[in-house]
DNA sequence: TCACTTTGTGCAGCGCCGAAACAAATCCGG
DNA sequence: CCGGATTTGTTTCGGCGCTGCACAAAGTGA
């Protein structure tokens, strides 16, 4: 016998397009829906039938609000409130994070943060993991994905997790088996994803962050060692052939620069990050407390030296300015987003930043890059339940069936 | 009345697919473009009976030369010989070339090569055209569309050379309204596109040459002067959002290197290009001949001192590949060709470049990017074509029926 | 109150494809 | 030389997903 299956003869093939905008935040109504979707209002008004009956939206027949504009007002499309979820998963240097992740990128619950490190991936991943099915059981809210976000570039298809790693796990684990394996141990029969943090961060701010109507977004983040990079190309996330793309941390950005791991002097990586600013300023690093806090207290002014301060910060921007030059000269974004220490520097010094990156990439056009900080709280986090989310938005009527 | 369209209730939606199977050589019977466009038998039928009927493609129903295997023999698709064209210009810094070119790249008819120079764009590109005419109307096939290659990078969407130029134009000449007022006033009713050459030449390799099947094609080349690269993602080319993503020519692959119009020192451009070779081998470049025939020649073993030749060959070698791991690094390719003095540098030291690239790319996994020469004679022009296939592929019933 | 504008819905129809049955062409084994 | 086995091409039927159209509904403005 055929599953009870939700009987349309309309709106199957359009209904994932549909439900993107409507995640995303460009759906308010379903006179918009029609028009972004380039269909007729049957397509539309079908469409939305139906994603209503799969309990992901609902759709409010009362005018919205005085729109003012002439004519029968639409009707308005919310995320359903107590609609399904998504169990997202960061881990950083420091322990991990757990939430429930409704559809908008909205976190629905959130576990409290463990701060603990442990050596050992398949430990970590599975205290998230068990706490984010305790989350679960206790909302009661239908969970269809889960998403990990961890602090190194994932190897594809392997889901391999490389160096360097900035948690101090083994190289090569096998992040994503192992993300599976607690998933059905704690007995979430969903399928799991993994992704690196800045590039899950770059999904997540294009799709409800600043990163928003871009076409070619280019994410850059220092977090508390080491540059990430991500680029979001036409609404997808590009990790290159093997996962590996936008490795941009060895850039080489000051040819007398700092010697790095990697052999060569000047990247990026060593070159502005938390440690370099400390070092340039003249504060010696404080071994109890995180550079990048450490770094982020000099900006703020929390520094007897402000001329050294100011000095340093202009000696990071324009490496940083010499980095973002390249990678616009390679990938021509139409958007640039920072994250983590860059993105304090860039509120540091705004204008010099902007003006390195114009004279450095060529034609001086690209000084009409628009470079902005990110601008939203968990971004990885967020990021993480979009890989999850991704095959309901793909094909919302079969996943929400095989559940 | 509605146009006499060819009526058929199958095969639309998987014609452009079906066809672009065709032209890259992967559908060379019909059993194979049903598995491969993942239709039933029935579809791809309907499909093969449309392409034939559009004058595109022939059937052949007898045997494929015994091909062994069992069963009833596929029948064999081939490209209609005496099917329609294009029109493909390619302008350099000696002059122009004009060719037809059919489905499958493959070059139809030629004018003869143009080797004057002028500094008027609308001048080279107007006589490119009517020799472009003249060829069409001799040999009487039915033209599609045009296409123009440009030794600069394009703007999008506005369709203007932006320097540097590698022919005396002045900057910002709007080359796309150019190509398009040239093809008008001769009579060729047909759209016209522009790109930069490299760019072009990495689509041809990508559809034709050595970078079939690849999924993230780098593709970099030198001619006379300056460095080009090339991305092809999935099959279509990665042009940024203003059509000026990789301009790599002014990634630092040598700190202490030479001084570059761009104001930074040891850019890829100054570094790596046919005068560098002479400069570093220690040969004074004779203003007579091109600067890349003096280079070759050279590796030729042209010359008596051949230590020194291959010392430069060996410095340009690393400089070449530290650009190429930095590229490695950000884009992570499946695989790289080289083009211009680029593949004659792989020539001379394949191993030394390779070594280089894995050393200088992260994971060490890179050293598996496998790095090729181009392999096809004329590929900006043929990629000037497949720029003008374009939209036939993407539509075939749409554009036949149009003219 | 009556146009006018805009939006939602029901119905007919059609393009495009899959499933299945049938026909054709070749190889293989006797 | 002759029947399976195997693979391929063709025909027919039906369904899905959409468009186009007509009509109803719900607001604004004179």
Redesign the interface.
């Known amino acids: 016998m055929t599953p009870t299956r939700i009987k349309l003869d309309r709106g199957r093939g359009a209904l994932g397009p549909a439900l993107e905008l409507v995640h995303t935040g460009r759906a308010p109504t379903r006179a918009v829906l029609t028009t972004e979707l380039g269909v007729t209002r049957a397509t539309a008004g079908a469409v939305a039938t139906e994603l209503q009956a799969l309990g992901l939206i609902t759709v409010d027949p009362r005018p919205h609000a005085a729109s003012g504009a002439q004519g029968r007002p639409s009707h308005r499309l919310d995320i359903a409130p107590d609609g399904p979820v998504v169990l997202a998963v960061q881990v950083h240097a420091d322990g991990y994070r757990v939430a429930l992740v409704g559809l908008g990128g909205r976190i629905v619950a959130t576990a409290p943060a463990c701060m603990t490190v442990d050596a050992d991936p398949a430990r970590i991943i599975g205290d998230a993991v068990t706490a984010g099915a305790e989350l679960l059981h206790a909302t009661g809210r239908r969970c269809l994905g889960a998403g990990l976000a961890v602090p190194s570039?994932v190897?594809e298809p392997e889901g391999t997790a490389?160096?360097p790693l900035h948690v101090a796990w083994p190289a090569g684990a096998r992040v994503h088996d192992i993300f599976r394996d607690c998933l059905t141990e704690a007995g979430i029969g969903v399928p799991g994803r993994c992704g690196n943090d800045v590039n899950l961060a770059a999904l997540a701010e294009h799709r409800h962050g600043a990163g928003q109507g871009a076409?070619?977004l280019l994410c850059v983040a220092t977090g508390h060692r080491g540059v990430g990079?991500a680029l979001v190309?036409d609404g997808r996330l590009?990790?290159?052939?093997?996962?590996?793309?936008?490795?941009?941390?060895?850039?080489?950005v000051d040819?007398?620069g700092r010697a790095c791991h990697?052999?060569?002097?000047?990247c990026l990586d060593v070159e502005t990050d938390p440690l370099a600013l400390l070092e340039t300023a003249g504060v010696t690093p404080d071994p109890a407390r995180s550079p990048l806090d450490q770094a982020r207290a000099l900006l703020a002014g929390d520094h007897p030296e402000a001329a050294a301060v100011a000095d340093a910060v202009a000696q990071l921007v324009d490496r940083l300015g010499q980095g973002l030059a390249?990678?616009v000269?390679?990938?021509?974004?139409?958007r640039i987003i920072l994250g983590g220490l860059h993105q304090s520097l860039l509120a540091a010094a705004p204008d010099r930043l902007r003006s390195v990156v114009a004279?450095?990439s060529?034609?001086g056009?690209?000084g009409s890059v628009p470079i902005l900080p990110c601008s939203l709280g968990h971004n990885s986090l967020v990021g993480a339940a979009e890989l999850a989310w991704q095959p309901v938005l793909d094909d919302p009527a079969t996943v929400l069936a095989g559940g």
Request: proline content about 5%; hydrophobic content about 45%.
């Open positions: 570039a190897a490389l160096n076409q070619h990079g190309l590009h990790t290159g052939s093997a996962g590996l793309a936008l490795e941009v941390g060895h850039l080489i040819p007398a990697c052999g060569a002097r000047g390249a990678m000269n390679v990938l021509n974004p139409d004279d450095r060529l034609w056009r690209s």
